[in-house]
């Protein structure tokens, strides 16, 4: 009974040390895209074309596409920071609208009616991003009206 306990013991103990490395063990040398992304300086403001498409936007999009991503206290907790962060790092550098990167309405179009943007996974903890398609549409015609119809890259 005594040796029973002393490996769950064991294994709690050592559940919680590994706890403790993964908090502090630098992932973020060694795959960049882990590190924390922060909030650097906005250098750009979009000149939206009202107000709603502008609330839309933010709460559907800014946590991943700009550099006033609100961070919740589990956002700071690995792994779960890993997975936060490489997704803010790559979508900001996909697109963004904080630095006028890659914006683009087509691409901002078929992203949302593919169901692609946002991504499923940020839904639950997100219930304000997830969109009628009322406001799918809206958001739709919102971009378009704001970023122009052609995207001369395409
Ligand atoms: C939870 C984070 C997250 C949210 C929220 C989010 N995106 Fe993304 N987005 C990403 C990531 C990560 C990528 C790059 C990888 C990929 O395409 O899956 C991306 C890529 C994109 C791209 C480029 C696609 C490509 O293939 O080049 C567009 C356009 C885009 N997102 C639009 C949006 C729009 C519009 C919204 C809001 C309706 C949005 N995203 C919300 C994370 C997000």
């Known amino acids: 009974m005594k040796r029973r306990r002393n490996i769950i013991l064991g294994i709690i103990g050592l559940g919680i040390v590994g706890f403790i490395v993964l ?68 979508g900001r550098r996909k697109m963004n609208f904080s630095t006028n990167t890659h914006l683009f309405s087509d691409e901002m179009e078929t992203q949302i009616e593919k169901g692609e943007m946002p991504k499923w996974f940020y839904l639950p903890l997100h219930p304000e991003a997830n969109l009628t398609p009322e406001q799918k549409q809206q958001l739709i015609d919102g971009l378009i009206a704001t970023f122009g119809e052609v995207d001369f890259n395409g």
Request: proline content about 12%.
């Open 23 to 90: 908090q502090i063990f630098p992932i973020g040398s060694i795959i960049p895209d882990f590190a924390p992304p922060g909030n650097p300086p906005v250098t750009y403001t979009v000149n939206w074309d009202s107000a709603d498409t502008e609330k839309l936007a933010k709460a559907a999009c800014f946590d991943c596409h700009s550099n006033e991503t609100s961070y919740p206290w589990y956002s700071s907790i690995a792994p779960v920071s890993w997975l936060v962060n490489h997704d803010i790092n790559e």
